[in-house]
């Protein structure tokens, strides 16, 4: 497993942009693929976005298509969210993810290693 500590969040008008970084612990992260999750109060956990170990291989949930860039540096350990154009319903806690093995994954199961979040909020 990897420890994983997100940053990046905080309060922005509806319209605004935020990039989330999530930093990584331990000499494997290139092997893990990575994902970003997202939980508001009193919803469960949903997926946003993952990244294979590469970073050649991305995947969004529909929400957030097209206002959203996942991406990663290896050399720093460090996978990023992007959000453009956020919207008051993208207002959660984000988390970031570890799954042992390269290629990208949808389902939550698919995760080893979680952050412990970071609060986005987004106002109208």
């Known amino acids: 497993q990897v420890q994983l500590v997100e940053s990046g969040g905080g309060l922005v008008q509806a319209g605004g942009s935020l990039r989330l970084s999530c930093a990584a612990s331990g000499r494997t992260f290139g092997s893990y693929a990575m994902g970003w999750f997202r939980q508001a109060p009193g919803k469960e956990r949903e997926f946003v976005a993952t990244i294979s170990w590469s970073g050649v291989h991305t995947s969004y949930a529909d929400s957030v298509k097209g206002r959203f860039t996942i991406s990663r540096d290896n050399a720093k350990n460090t996978v990023y969210l992007k959000m453009n154009s956020l919207q008051p319903e993208d207002t959660a806690v984000y988390y970031c993810?570890?799954?042992?093995?390269?290629?990208?994954?949808?389902?939550?199961?698919?995760?080893?290693?979680w952050g412990q979040g970071t609060q986005v909020t987004v106002s109208s």
């Open positions: 993810a570890a799954g042992s093995g390269r290629g990208i994954r949808w389902n939550i199961k698919g995760y080893d290693s």
